[in-house]
Each structure stands twice: as C-alpha cells, then as structure tokens.
C-alpha cells in the first residue's frame, strides 16, 4: 500500500536517523480503514421537504485533520485563559471551548472562497479560516505579530473572506446579508455564513437584515449557535420562542446537533448548496454549549450549576465524540490521536512563547491603517498640536 511504501522511503535500513514520529505513525497505521459511514442525528426541519443526510462518509484523513483543528482550538482557548489569568491578555475575552464542532464542522461544509463573519466569541473561526496559533494569541496580547498587527485584540480579528469579529450585539448579521449581496451581484457562486448567538437573536436588525436576504434572494445562511446562555440569561428566559431555527418565518430553516462535527458539516453542505441554487437564504441553528463563563469577567457558574457543564462534558464533548468514533471503527490508534496532542501542545506552547515575546506596535504607527490605499496623511491625537502620520 502507499501508506507502506511511505514508511520505507522514511526509514530505509542502515539510516543513521531513528524512525521518526511520521514513521512510527505511519507503522501504526498500514492496517487502518480509510474510512467509515456513520449514522448522524436527523435535523429538525422548518419549510424542508427533506434534509442533510442521516449517514455520511468520514475518511481516515479527513477524520484526523478535524481532530488536529478542535484539539488545537481547544488548547488555545485554554491557553488564552491562562494567559488572561496571568494579565498578559487584557480587556475583553470571550472563549469558545466546548463549541468547537462549529467552526471546525462549518469550514470542513464550504470552501476557503466562501465568506465567513461572526460575532465576538471568534477566535475557534479566525483559526479554521486559515490563520496561525501565533498570529491569534499575538493579536490577543495586542502585540505587532497579531493579525491585526495588535490594534484589534480578541474581538477584531480578519482572515481572507472572514470579516472578523464584531463587538455590537448581532451588528454582523446585516453585514453578513451585505456580503452574500456582494457575492450575489459579483455573481461567484459564493455563500455567505452570517453567524449570531442566541442572546443576539431577538435583535430587530437581524430579522430586518432576513427579509431583505429573502426579498432578494441572497446566498446568506443565517447560523444561530444556541450555546443556551446569553451572557447569563438562559434561552428560556429570554426568548418566548426557543425554536431559532423557524425564527425566520419565511426562510426555511434546520436545527443541528451543534456538539457533533459530522452533523455540523453536512448541514452546512446541505444548506450552501441550497443557496448556490439560487434559492435565496436559510436558517441553521446549532445547538451547542460553552465550557468557560460569557466572558473572561464571568466566571460562568452562577446561572448554571457545575454538574451541568460537567454533564456536557462527559456525555457530549465534540473533540470526544469524534475520537472514540474514529476509534471504534478503526479510523486511528488511541496512540496515534495522543501523538497529535503532543504536537499541538507544542505549537501552542511555541505561540505563547511568541505572543508574550513579540513586542508591542510603537505609538506612531497609531493612525497607521485607516485606509487601505492612500497616500500617507496626518491624523490629530488627543490634542490638536499632537500629530500622528497615518500610513495605509
């Protein structure tokens, strides 16, 4: 087998190197599956005939390559926790443990020209978008290797075709219905994903922003993440209708398994190739759960009791139930998996290292990128005589 000819070209007999990890890994895996079907949680359906499907296909690589991204996200939001404890990340900090099938699962449904934009819990969909570990927590310790070069922090943070984070409560739901405008009039065969939580989703912007996505037929799915507390009201408390997913009336909708990544991506499949159709937008609500508070100013246990979150945890973590998945149908080796966890404690060792080393921007880069292609100008500081250029 290829995986077989990859070993020896690694480790030929009389090599002065030891095997390396890629080769030991690579032993271990010459009598794996490539891959396995698996039966999924029908969704719950508003204004659908029918829906995603009830099984799907997961490959081997495939498999390992959500595990990696979920561990990895989940590794750096505990390491963003620990560095906020230690008051090298400062301000706001919202945490997205416990959601991680989300991002991973929507990325793994649509393509990198797609367009993605959130809310202000972002730092799981900066990652899955396509930026580093080090660029992430150096944004988040405001240094000048950040991704907004330490200007924008945890809440303000661009990828290509990902319109950040937004600090306004359900601010980039209108936004999202004015890119899936942009891809409808650039006529790509683009989509949108306009993601809000349930605290935004009794918004009046939002439902404004649904009929004019479905008077002219946009390519917007519209995602709610249920994670079942706005800041620390519960959905119940805050919501006379708790079915988000029929929320937008005229625009059909499904509810997802938000916990489950495979659920996730073919509800996102389904749901992008409904609005490539031309069939205007559609509703998905993700029902799914943080593990830390709202912010890093909560500390998440007074609205709700230990043992729930410890329930979630132990009964439906996504990281967890993709492994012993891939597990049980011989996709991966416990060992195998445990070796990724090593790597990707590394990486984000390394990251930290980085964001806590990197230096932060100087003060006269202050005015520095207001626009993105103009000659340089001069910007008024906190005082008329005080001066800053401003470069694009």
């Known amino acids: 087998s290829s995986m077989m000819t990859a070993h020896c070209s690694l480790s030929l007999p009389g090599s002065s190197d030891p095997p390396t990890l890629a080769s030991r890994v690579l032993v271990a895996s010459r009598n794996f599956a490539n891959d ?28 390992l390559r959500y595990y990696r991204m979920m561990q990895t996200v989940r590794r750096m939001e505990l390491k963003a926790d620990q560095l906020y404890k230690q008051k090298i990340i400062r301000g706001f900090c919202h945490l997205c443990d416990g959601q991680e099938a989300c991002c991973v699962g929507l990325e793994a449904g649509i393509n990198p020209t797609d367009h993605l934009i959130t809310a202000y819990r972002a ?63 650039n006529g790509k065969d683009e989509v949108c994903l306009t993601l809000y939580g349930d605290g935004a989703a009794n918004q009046g912007q939002i439902f404004e922003a649904y009929n004019m996505a479905a008077l002219w037929k946009l390519p917007c799915i519209f995602i709610c993440e249920n994670n079942r ?54 509703l998905m609500e993700l029902q799914t759960y943080r593990y830390h508070g709202h912010s890093m100013s909560d500390p998440g246990v007074s609205y709700r009791t230990r043992e729930e979150i410890q329930e979630v945890r132990s009964k439906s973590d996504p990281i967890m139930l993709l492994k012993d998945r891939m597990v049980n149908s011989n996709l991966a080796s416990v060992e195998e998996l445990k070796e990724i966890d090593v790597e990707v404690r ?25 626009y993105s292609s103009d000659p340089p100008f001069e910007v008024r500081g906190a005082n008329q005589w005080i001066k800053f250029k401003s470069v694009s």
């Open 36 to 63: 396995a079907t698996f039966e999924i949680k029908k969704c719950d359906l508003h204004r659908l005939e029918e829906g995603p499907p009830v099984t799907t296909v997961l490959t081997r690589e495939d498999g």
């Open 123 to 185: 730092h799981g969909f900066t990652f899955t978008r396509g930026l580093s570990v080090r660029e992430i927590l150096a944004e988040l310790t405001g240094r000048k290797g950040g991704c907004a070069k330490g200007k924008g922090g945890s809440m303000h943070m661009y990828a290509k075709n990902f319109y950040g984070g937004n600090g306004i409560v359900g601010a980039q739901v209108p936004l999202g219905a004015g890119i899936a405008l942009a891809c409808k009039y």
């Open 229 to 282: 507390y706005g800041m620390g009201t519960s959905v119940e408390r805050a919501a006379a209708s708790t079915d988000y997913y029929k929320r937008g009336d005229f625009i059909p909708g499904l509810r997802v398994d938000g916990m489950d990544i495979l659920c996730v991506r073919e509800a996102t499949r389904f749901a992008a190739a409904y609005c490539r159709s031309g069939k205007g937008p559609i």
């Open 346 to 370: 590394k990486e984000i060792e390394d990251a930290a290292q980085f964001a806590t080393a990197d230096p932060e921007p100087p003060l006269e880069e202050l005015g520095y990128h207001i």
